[in-house]
């Protein structure tokens, strides 16, 4: 029995680098920029290592660079894929806040956002890093690996082509599911902003004399911040389920 890597396996390694390297730097909570790239090639070389002997079946080496060099822009364009799809569902919560912030006159406070690398308002970079304490304290992470490994299942090495179409549809399906969900997690506020800003004008319009503005922004504000605190444990739950729902689908229903 050889005791050396053949040429194949060495191959088929390199790939499975290629797609989980490129994963890994965009999965949320391990992607963030915080976070060393060491750290991150660390644990990509590690996953490389635990999938090498599950991934790598029916693998040869290509006779030319070409066909070489084409599989490898494959496998990084899958891992990209997939990475970018459970990184844009973070969006949710970015929108959300966005919603929130504007209608509590604090869009204006804005915080760097370190989980989508630009600043954002206050309350928006504050539930984006409140839904990546939540995939892990909930273990929902574990469910990333289980996506790793069965997306050779779905994409399997020994196969050449893109699934360009296929991505493209989910992205898209992702952004208009992850702005809808956004919306429907600000609502509360939403609906107190509408009805408050009805009896405001209404107060402003009997009692033309009355200075509207300078009761009605602290008091929205006030109310505004406080449903929104007595709806966080809410958006919290659905976001997350939202989200199980959504891995399911490279985990082949394993969560």
Known sequence: MESYATAAQVYAAGLIFARVGALVMLLPGIGEQSVPPRIRLSFALLMCLLLSPLAAKNVFVPATMGDVGAQVIREVLIGLTIGMILRLFLSALATAGEVVSIQTTLGFAQTANPMLGQPNATLSTFLSLIGVV???TTDLHHLFLGAMVNSYDLFPLSRSTVPV???????????????????QLAAPVIVFSIIFNLAAGLIGRVMPQFQIYFVSSPLAVIFGLSIFALSLGLVGMVWLNRYREMLNLFTGGAG
């Open 134 to 136: 939540l995939i892990m």
């Open 165 to 183: 179409g296929d991505a493209g549809t989910l992205a898209v399906r992702t952004v208009a599911g992850s702005f809808a969900l956004g919306i």
